[in-house]
Nanobody, 123 residues
Framework: VQLQASGGGSVQAGGSLRLSCKAS????????IGWFRQAPGKEREWVSS????????YYGNSVKGRFSMSRDDAENTVFLQMNSLKAEDTAVYYC?????????????????WGQGTLVTVSS
């Protein structure tokens, strides 16, 4: 499984960005595809995830109501729409896949990772 994240960039506080994560390869069974972020000097933090089975989405408290996930099954791509961005959202954003756990929110549950895309929010 390979994941390609894209869509990062620089934006002013209050602005929006949409990240994409394109998956290739076969993933057997149920899985979660999730977004994490890592700011300089901090641990990787779970942002959101989506269940492969029913598309249910889950969000961390810091982004709930501002971020939303969606998917395009034909393109094997998931998106993270980020609105009302804040300076504290600045980080490298990673997408990952957790096999066998379609509600995974822990870093250690994720086996496959994309390369990361940088989001910079200026205040």
């Amino acid at each position: 499984v390979q994941l390609q994240a894209s869509g990062g960039g620089s934006v002013q506080a209050g602005g929006s960005l949409r990240l994409s994560c394109k998956a290739s390869g076969f993933i057997s069974g149920d899985y979660a595809i999730g977004w994490f972020r890592q700011a300089p000097g901090k641990e990787r933090e779970w942002v959101s995830s989506m269940s492969s089975s029913d598309g249910a989405t889950y969000y961390g408290n810091s982004v709930k109501g501002r971020f939303s996930m969606s998917r395009d099954d034909a393109e094997n791509t998931v998106f993270l729409q980020m609105n009302s961005l804040k300076a504290e959202d600045t980080a490298v954003y990673y997408c990952g896949v957790a096999q066998g756990n379609n509600a995974a929110i822990k870093v250690q549950d994720y086996k496959y990772w994309g390369q990361g895309t940088l989001v910079t929010v200026s205040s």
